[in-house]
């Protein structure tokens, strides 16, 4: 069995750690575990302009990421069917994601130039942890130095953010997990969701 779950939430939120968590506990469990890269960074790493004011080549830019993020997804799915074992994709944000930086109309037009609706998108994935940016609930802990490709003032990471929750709210298993005081609270909040999604009920010891 493949689980593939979506890992998203505004600028600072946590995903980088929270991966890593995730990564460790559930292959000790006995899973073949995937974490894929989020794409937006490794476009604008590779030079790609989001902030261009030419609409065609952002529209270009975004239609691109979209095929390329969902031919990702495929490729990683197989490799984890190949492993014969039970599998964990984590998807570091998801098809959705797209959407929040895209004016509605943009966002349907793209979708149809790619022949796929909302629904589809939505398909893919068995749930979505959306991690509030600490932007929201810790703002002494927003910080953008450990991210080259993050920007966002604590007003704009706060925005990011909601639009985020937005994209994603018609997924039937969103899951927002609120900043908390202490990283891991949040951490374990996102194990505990995991194992309950992959039908591990007993007790899970995530200090391992």
């Known amino acids: 069995m493949i689980t593939k779950i979506v890992l998203t939430g505004g600028p600072c939120a946590g995903k980088t750690t929270t991966t890593e968590r995730i990564e460790e506990v559930f292959s000790k469990l006995g899973y073949a575990v995937f974490s894929l890269p989020e794409a937006a960074t490794l476009f604008i790493n590779a030079g790609a302009d989001f902030l261009t004011h030419d609409r065609h080549l952002y529209f270009e830019t975004e239609k691109n990421m979209l095929t390329f993020l969902l031919q990702m997804e495929d490729s990683f799915y197989r490799i984890a069917e190949a492993t014969g074992k039970p599998a964990l994709v984590i998807n570091d944000r998801g098809a959705m994601d797209i959407s929040a930086y895209m004016t509605p109309e ?3 037009r793209l979708l149809a130039s790619v022949n796929l609706t909302e629904e589809d998108l939505l398909a893919r994935y068995k749930a979505v942890f959306h991690l509030c940016t600490s932007a929201k ?12 490709a993050r920007m966002e003032t604590i007003e704009e990471a706060v925005s ?3 639009n985020l929750i937005r994209a994603w709210q018609s997924h039937p298993n969103l899951h927002i997990i609120e900043s908390e005081e202490f990283v891991k609270d949040k951490i374990d909040k996102v194990l505990m969701g995991i194992a309950h999604e992959l039908g591990i009920h007993e007790t899970v010891t995530f200090d391992i």
Do not use: E, I, R
Not at 139 to 144: F, G
């Open 106 to 108: 943009d966002w349907k």
């Open 137 to 148: 609930g810790a703002p002494n802990s927003y910080t953008l130095s450990n991210n080259s």
């Open 160 to 162: 990011v953010d909601n």
